[in-house]
């Protein structure tokens, strides 16, 4: 079975290329996955729209109508390929948890047929999932501030990862707020190539993380007949 695992973007990619592996490394069988970068999708979607619908269009709509045209492409392809499974791990932000999951369940009702799909929302933003084993954002970086650090309540919606940046980044979130992107998409990229290598997935405190990695969990359990690799006794 093939895992497709759509993700907001290319910081998020990067961290789960580090943690979907650690994740799934106690499998009876290798898993076969593919991670795929939502924004690139939506800058592809964005292309062929008239322009200047291209500059007015709301974030969470194109997201929505990117999903949609994704899911819709797997639900023509599904007969004739490989079984798979598709997990959407998007950003909760500011919206509703139950409200938002409600709004992109209902996408997969345009799709025929219906392609497996789970959605894992990410409480408030990825960043919450390195937030989420502040050991290892510790030693991914040994001179992050502790008081900060010990500010930040878990998975709440606070400005996630302006947190990690007043605890990391040199001026804070103030100073890379005032340089904007792509300084702030370059950084976030780096925070999850140095912290996420170090993350351990159990003892992660993020409960969006372990819901995802529970998820995951249960997937490859069912692919599997609930049969996991069996670790040798010491």
């Known amino acids: 079975m093939q895992l497709e695992i759509l993700v907001e973007d290319a910081s998020g990619k990067r961290m789960l290329e580090h943690l979907v592996p650690r994740i799934l490394e106690n499998r009876e069988e290798p898993r076969r996955y593919r991670i795929i970068n939502i924004q690139e999708l939506k800058h592809r979607m964005m292309a062929k729209m008239p322009r200047d619908r291209a500059r007015t269009i709301p974030w969470d709509e ?66 919450a999932w390195l937030l989420g084993d502040r050991t290892a954002v510790k030693i991914a970086y040994p001179f992050a501030k502790d008081a900060v650090l010990e500010q930040y309540v878990q998975d709440s919606i606070c400005g996630t990862w302006e947190f990690l940046a007043d605890a990391v980044y040199r001026g804070g979130s103030d100073r890379l707020s005032a340089i904007g992107y792509p300084e702030i998409g370059r950084v976030k990229f780096e925070w999850a190539e140095r912290i996420s290598p170090h993350v351990d997935a159990a003892r992660n405190q993020s409960p969006s993380f372990q819901r995802f990695r529970e998820k995951l969990n249960q997937i490859t359990d069912k692919d599997t007949g609930g049969k996991q690799k069996k670790e040798p006794h010491v």
């Open 62 to 127: 194109l997201l929505f109508e990117t999903l949609r045209v994704q899911l819709r492409n797997y639900a023509n392809a599904f007969s004739r390929s490989k079984p798979k499974v598709i997990v959407v791990v998007v950003d909760i932000d500011y919206h509703d948890y139950e409200t938002f999951l409600l709004q992109l369940e209902r996408l997969l009702d345009d799709c025929e047929p219906k392609p497996p799909t789970v959605f894992a929302l990410a409480v408030e933003e990825g960043e």
